[in-house]
């Protein structure tokens, strides 16, 4: 599952044309904890799911590869 979240993180970001820092800034969320998602070190709690899902317009289950969009 962490490789999908991974995957499915860099398309969105790709998508806003969006870095670290500025999702950082966007979501409330740290950066290095960000960095450390998008390098396979920690995946996402609940509550990132919650605030990724809420500021990319997405379900979280499409985040984690429970469904496409």
Do not use: H
């Not at 969320?29 to 990132?48: D, F, M, Y």
């Amino acid at each position: 599952m962490q490789i999908l979240i991974i995957d499915r993180l860099k398309e969105l970001m790709a998508e806003e044309k969006l870095n670290q820092v500025k999702l950082a800034e966007k979501t409330g969320i740290k950066q290095n904890t960000i960095s450390a998602w998008l390098r396979g070190k920690k995946e996402p709690s609940v509550t990132s799911l919650w605030l990724l899902a809420d500021y990319f317009n997405v379900d979280i289950d499409y985040l984690v590869g429970r469904k496409n969009f």
